[in-house]
C-alpha cells in the first residue's frame, strides 16, 4: 500500500482495534490478535499503547473509546496481579503464562493503572475500583522496593526485561528508567487520591535520589549505557534501550547524553539491506543474543526513533524514517513485529533452530521462572515451530526476499500513532 496511508492516524486506531478481545474486564488489548503469534495480554504492550491513549483522549480522537481500552487494562491488570506483582504475559482469562522472569513487568503494570486513575481524575470521572487500584499500585512499590531494588548500589536489578535474554541480567538503563515514572507516577496518584499517605513523600524522596543515581551510574563518556552486568562491568553495546530517557519520557537526565545514544544507535543499528533500527547488533555466537529467526529491524522501536526526531524538532527526519516504516506495512496498512530477509532467516534455520543452539538461547535455565512448567515450554516452543515451518514453506514456495512477523502488532501501530501526534505538534511549533 502506499506509505502515505500510513499517515493517517485512523488506520492505526482501526488495527490496535482488531487486537481487543472481549475479557472479564472489558475489552482488552492482546499483543496480536487471537490466532497469530502472540494472543496474550503483555503488560510492556499495554503500558506502550496506554501512552498514546492517553494522547488520543487529550486530542479528542476516539477519546472514549481510547479511555475504555485503558480502563479495560487496568482493570484486568488487577485482576491478573497477585500481590503487587506481575510477569510476562496473560491469557483473556487472566491466567498468568510467564515463562521468563522479568523484572519491568511490575513497572509497566504500574504504570498502565497509574496512568487510569490519572486520567479519571483529570476528567473528573470517578474511577472503577479505584480504592483496589491505589492498593495495587502501593503493594507493587512495597514489594519492588524489597524485592527487585539493590539498596547497596540503589538500582533495580533484571534478569530479563525487554529483549526476554540475558543480555539484560544485571542493571540496566531500561529497567531503572521503567520503575523511575511508574514510582513518579504512583506519587502523582497518591497526590490526588492519598494526600495524607506518607508513601507519596517516600516515593519522591526515592526519585530524587534515584535520578542522581542513574545518571552517576549510566552515563558514560558523554552518553548513556544499557546496562551493568551483575559483576559490575559496564556493557556499552548499542542498544535500542538507549532511547529509555526518550520513552519514558525523562529527557531532562541528560539532554545531550541522550543526542548522543541517538546518533550511536543510528550509526551503529541501523540496517545495511532494509533500514530501520535493529534492536542490538547479531553477533550469533553470543548465546545472550537471539535472533528470533533472522536479525532485521524492529518497526515499534524505529517508530520511537522516529518519536524522538520530532520531539527534538527534525521533522523532515521523523517523516523520512515513518515513511521507511511504512514502505514494509501490508497491502492491507499492517505493521509487523519485526522483518528479516530470505537468506537469513534460512541461515537461522541452519545454524541455529535445526542444531538447537536457538533452543538454548530461548530457553536458558537462567532467564527462565524457577516455577515454569515445562508444558508451557512447548506450548511456546510449539508456537515459535508452526510460525518457523510457515515462514520456511513461504520462503521455499516463493522468490519474496522479505519476511514479516507477528503482523498486526498493537506496539507498532501505537508507536507509529504516538510518532504521528509528535510530527503534528512539531508542525504547530515550527510550520513549514
Known sequence: ????????????????????????????????????RYPYVYPRDLAGTARVLREMIARDFHAEDAFRHLESGALFLLEAGREGTWGQRYDLEGRDRSIY??????AHAMRVIALYLLECRRQGRE?????ELVEALVAAFDDSTRRVYRKGINLFYSTTTVHESPIESGYTLWNNMAYHRAFEQLARVLEAYRPDDARRERAQSFCAMHAVNMHRHFVQDGRFVRRITPQGRIDTRSDITLLSPHYFNFPELDARALEASARKIENDLWDPDLGL?????????????????GNGPWLAYTAIYAGYLARHGDVEKAERTLRDIAAYATHEGALP???STRERFLDFWEREWQTGIDFQKEFAKEILLPDVRFSRIVEELNHMRAEYERIRSHVLATDDPLIRFATPLLWSHAEFLLALFALEDRRKVSPP
Open 277 to 293: 533500527l535493529q534492536r542490538y547488533l547479531p553477533f550469533a555466537e553470543d548465546l545472550e543474543l537471539h535472533l528470533h529467526a
Open 127 to 131: 474511577p472503577e475500583r479505584g480504592k
Open 1 to 36: 500500500m502506499a506509505s502515505a496511508d500510513l499517515f493517517d492516524p485512523e488506520l492505526h486506531f482501526r488495527w490496535m482495534s482488531r487486537c481487543a478481545r472481549k475479557s472479564r474486564a472489558g475489552e482488552v488489548l492482546l499483543a496480536t490478535p487471537e490466532g497469530s
Open 101 to 106: 522472569v522479568q523484572e519491568d513487568n511490575v
Open 337 to 339: 513485529e519485526h522483518l
